[in-house]
């Protein structure tokens, strides 16, 4: 990835876990008002994944779907640049929507130049090495083949298996400890070695937060983007560096 932010351009906004549903409208609303209010005017948006409470497919039939993807086209056409990579609840948004809505589809890393300082972004969850149980389920429903099979199942099919895996997944969140669900410290080194970057950014843990990482002798800063279940927030970014906003919803 080659995306470039220029110093001095303006501003860019990072945010991730938003979660939309038509049973939330009060966080659907919230975004709405950012997309209107703050990101309008900015260089560029970054939807780190889980923009979606689900996603069955491109066929996704929430009040919610179609709504968000006119209000992202109507900022991309005001000249902001929109860029989305999948998170674990909505890696089924392919090509159809994200031309509807105007954004463009990021690979999870993608390492970009940020106002000068090599960046990477990801959605979060592949941090999260010590949860290897996810980890497994990650890599079998992940699979090109995997999704291939689910999107020519029957939506209301999909429907189901959608919120059998909601259901499933919140279930197994309470018997794991809080630390296994967070990012390995270890991992989170390995991958800013390996992009050769200063500066990551990521969201999935809903642990909002800046963290610094010594990589190699040097200090390498680490953002944690807010969910928007109770809370709603982001990360901005310019050339003088990154701040993180976070307010209740």
């Known amino acids: 990835m080659s995306l470039t932010e220029k110093p001095g351009a303006g501003r860019t906004y990072f945010v991730a876990d938003l979660h939309l549903t038509d049973e939330r409208p009060a966080a659907t609303g919230r975004f709405f008002r950012f997309l209107q209010d703050e990101a309008a005017g900015a260089d560029a948006l970054y939807i780190l994944g889980d923009l979606f409470e689900a996603w069955i497919g491109d066929d996704h039939d929430e009040q919610v779907a179609g709504d968000t993807a006119q209000r992202l086209a109507t900022l991309v056409a005001a000249g902001t640049r929109v860029y989305f990579m ?10 159809r929507y994200a031309a509807r809505s105007g954004m463009k589809l990021l690979a999870d890393p993608a390492r970009i130049d940020l106002y000068g ?5 990801m959605h979060g969850d592949t941090l999260c090495t010590d949860d290897t149980a996810y980890q497994d389920f990650r890599r079998r429903v992940r699979h090109p083949l995997t999704r291939a099979l689910l999107r020519r199942l029957p939506r209301a099919l999909r429907s189901r298996m959608a919120r059998q895996a909601r259901a499933g997944s919140e279930a197994a969140k309470t018997h794991k400890a809080a630390a296994i669900m967070d ?20 969201g999935h843990t809903h642990r909002p937060a800046q963290h610094v990482h010594e990589v190699d002798g040097r200090e390498c800063e680490r953002w944690v983007v807010p969910d928007w279940y109770a809370r709603w ?17």
């Open 183 to 202: 990012a390995n410290a270890d991992e989170v080194v390995r991958v800013l070695r390996e992009h050769q970057a200063g500066r990551l950014i990521h």
């Open 86 to 95: 999948h998170g674990n609840r909505d890696f089924m948004l392919a090509e």
């Open 233 to 249: 927030g982001y990360v901005v970014c310019d050339a003088r560096g990154c701040t993180l906003r976070v307010e209740d919803l």
């Open 117 to 121: 300082v090599p960046t990477l972004l």
